[in-house]
């Protein structure tokens, strides 16, 4: 559940902290109190999009903390194998948005990414704002909603997987039954090209290779004087000094020679005898670099080859390791060329065996799916009796379709609200306020199968009133048993069924405007529920908001 949100400079609010019962939470307020700015919060610290235009004017940056508890154990392993610590009764998410539009996240204080925010948000709330209700009307969101019920995103996975392998067979066979000309054309070009590319031998990793021979033969007189300076401080080269091999090896001797007395220099000549050999074994080896030679037809040689390997580069537009494994594909699809009927004809037979699948796969899913839109159309329908729509007749309509992605179904809900008329596409009928209860429904069928623990509405409300509004309060309330939920309305049925009524206000010092959130107490919901009923805090309409609360 979601314990407690604070926030910093967001938009009109300079600081809020704002608690939550596990239940049924509302707000209420004033149009433009900042209601919006509320659940713009929430959203951002679930890793919404951060717009720079709500950092409040003249602040340094927005600050969001929101605090979980009683968490599902599957959003503790998703936070866990994202390398955070969490237990069931811990979660910090904190979001900080600059005026710049830059944000950092953080999880249980550690620094994460939006990305991360937002995969662990989708296990742990689902926001339905007043405008989602319009989604409904979109077919493929239906389809979506059915799945999601029928629980098929595991055979859409496996259909999706063929479907993938036929459409590739698809465009391998059209693209072998081209034209004959066409053919000719193509494996004229495809063999002047691997013609080209064989001719210079070319191996992976070559041009690295070559790049740092040349660049040791364009600096030879340098590497020469380092190695003979390098192999003169170990050995002393040709003067009479010392070289570092000489003076270990001195005091070594030394070290040697008092041991008798001080048996402890013993180990250290030890020691330094070891370094003395490893020393020597060191000047060996620059020697025999220093002996190497720098022949100059072998640098013009591999000056030659580098020139080669530019002009294949600036030709291809390629890096050498690149035009190798061009070089192959061409090679390949020249082969196919070559033996493109047979090929195709080998193609088109695995492509019927494929297709065969694909059909096998999308007839499930569509039995599937029939059997799941009877059960979720049954429910949704009981919901809505629920709801005051008592005339209303709803169906899923599956019909038979193109083989796509997602099957070969057309999804459509069908639905009649008033007696006498016959089902329509909901996009064509239904109200605003039968949009909003119909998602009420659905979210309330969706409740009783999924694991988000914490459900917001955002002026799901909007078109009802009367009787119906009444039952849309009963039936959060009645969610609300199930997880928690977060409701702002603007109706004080719906209001009054809360178990926490937060009130948020708009004031202003003639400077700055400023919103502040109370948690009412039971005299202090009198007044504002009859506020909302009637604009004013009248005696008789508290009278009246006390008998709505004791219902």
Known sequence: MLREI?????????????????????????TGAGKSILISGIKAILGGRASRDIVRSGAEKAHITAVFG?????????????????????????REIYPDGKSTARINNKPATAAILREIAAELID?????????????????????????????????????????DLSRRIKKLQTDDSAKSERAALLKEKTDDVNRYKLSLGEEAELAQKLAALRNAKQ???????????LSGGESDDFGAVDLV???????????????????????????????????????????????PETAAKLEERMADLLHLKRKYKLDIDELIHAADDWRDELAELEFSDDIAEKLIAERKIVGDNLKRLAGEITEKRTAAASELASKITAELLFLDMPNVRLFFEITRENVTMSGMDGVEIMISVNLGEEPKPLAKIASGG??????????????????????????????ISGRAALKVGQKMSEIAQKRQVLCVTHLASIAAKADKHLLIEKTDDQ?????????????????????????????????????????
């Open 70 to 94: 009683d968490l599902p154990p599957s959003t503790v392993a998703k936070i866990a194998q994202h390398g955070f610590s969490a237990d069931e009764d811990a979660l910090i998410l904190t």
């Open 249 to 295: 090896n001195q005091c070594r001797n030394y070290l040697a020679e008092i041991a008798e007395f001080l048996p402890k220099t013993s180990e250290l000549a030890a020691r330094l005898e070891g370094a003395g050999i490893e020393l020597d074994d060191v000047c060996g080896e620059i020697a025999a670099l220093d002996s190497d030679g720098f022949d």
């Open 127 to 167: 926001i339905h704002g007043q405008h989602d209700s319009q989604t409904l009307t979109d077919t493929v969101r239906q389809r979506d909603l059915l799945d999601n019920f029928g629980r098929l995103t595991g055979d859409l996975a496996e259909y999706a997987e063929v479907f993938k392998n036929f459409s």
């Open 511 to 551: 400077t700055r405007t400023y919103t502040k959130v109370t948690d009412l107490n039971l005299e202090e919901r009198k007044r504002e529920l009859a506020r909302i009923i009637s604009g004013d805090e009248d005696e008789g309409l508290q009278e009246f908001a006390n008998t709505m609360l004791n219902m």
């Open 434 to 463: 039968e949009l909003s209860r119909i998602m009420l429904a659905l979210k309330a069928v969706l409740a009783e199968s999924d694991k988000i623990p914490v459900m917001i509405f955002d002026e799901i409300d909007a078109g």
């Open 6 to 30: 604070y926030i910093e400079n967001l938009a009109v609010i300079e600081q809020a902290r704002v608690g939550f019962c596990a239940g049924f939470n509302v707000f209420t307020g004033e």
């Open 223 to 233: 590497i020469k004087q380092g190695l003979a300076a390098a192999r003169g401080c």
